[in-house]
């Protein structure tokens, strides 16, 4: 196992912009898959990113367009490039990694998350 620690900087105004980090204590190479999912009080957690084998990305349509997953396997991190922030960014984000099968993410790995808060 892998484990994923996240960082990244807890509150920005909307509109703003924020990275969000994850460093894993391994090799992220050989990961199948690779994704960020994030959870906003009272809602069910969504997955927002996932980057298969590095050769793509898919992303929710929440934040299509305004979020960029990118993955540096030589510093086992991928990072998480938030722009034009909303309102209903506000969340606690998990990296995970997993397997990408048929269409489908299964993430195995979670790391233990970190608060993104957006606050005028």
């Known amino acids: 196992q892998v484990p994923l620690v996240e960082s990244g900087v807890c509150f920005v105004q909307p509109g703003g912009s924020l990275r969000l980090s994850c460093v894993a204590s391994?090799?992220?190479?050989?990961?199948?898959?690779i994704g960020w999912s994030r959870q906003a009080p009272g809602k069910q957690r969504e997955l927002v990113a996932a980057?298969?084998?590095?050769?793509?990305?898919n992303y929710a349509d929440s934040v299509k367009g305004r979020f960029t997953m990118s993955r540096d396997n030589a510093k086992n991190t991928v990072y998480l490039q938030m722009n034009s922030l909303k309102p209903e960014d506000t969340a606690v984000y998990y990296c995970?990694?997993?397997?990408?099968?048929?269409?489908?993410?299964?993430?195995?790995?979670w790391g233990r998350g970190t608060q993104v808060t957006l606050s005028s």
């Open positions: 995970n990694a997993g397997a990408y099968h048929s269409g489908t993410y299964y993430p195995a790995l």
């Open positions: 391994g090799s992220i190479f050989s990961i199948n898959a």
């Open positions: 980057n298969v084998g590095g050769a793509y990305t």
